[in-house]
């Protein structure tokens, strides 16, 4: 196994693309209610969290761990594209991967609407296992989203 590397999952949503698209904008303020343990939290550092430049900071839990830390910049948006860029960086991450990018994309195929999550990384060293539990943090957040933005309908 290599230093580098790069996870990718797709996955259907019953939200409109727009909205689903718009929740990821704005998931800082979403994050709890997506993932609504009370162990997972947002706070603002930098900026409105929203734009390019916003710091976001986040408290969370992976599969048997206690609650760790990481911080989030928002790289870009991409409103015709429906996509996002975040560098994750400091807490529990900072601490393996001197690389970690997360890329999302909100998209409608074949009549259904889907959300695709990439992750780009590169381990500190070989012992650290690839990030599959954040691969699984982010279905999870994905799947909450989705059922926040369909029931709030």
């Known amino acids: 196994m290599g230093l580098v590397g790069n996870l990718m999952m797709e996955m259907e949503i019953k939200s409109p693309v727009e909205e689903f698209f718009h929740g990821w904008i704005d998931h800082a303020t979403l994050f709890s209610k997506a993932l609504p343990d009370g162990l ?26 206690a609650a760790l830390t990481t911080k989030a910049r928002v790289e870009d948006i991409d409103e015709e594209n ?19 990018k997360a890329y999302v994309q909100i998209f409608a195929k074949d009549g259904k609407n889907f959300v695709k999550f990439t992750l780009e990384y590169e381990k500190l060293n070989e012992e650290i296992p690839e990030p599959i539990n954040y691969m699984e943090l982010a279905a999870k957040f994905n799947k909450g989203m989705d059922a926040h933005l369909v029931q709030a309908k």
Do not use: R
């Open 40 to 65: 997972h939290k947002s706070e603002v550092h930098e900026g409105d969290g929203k734009s390019p430049g916003s710091i976001n900071s986040y408290s969370y839990v992976l599969k048997g761990d």
């Open 82 to 100: 429906k996509s996002l860029k975040f560098e994750v960086f400091d807490g529990h991450i900072g601490e393996i991967y001197s690389k970690f």
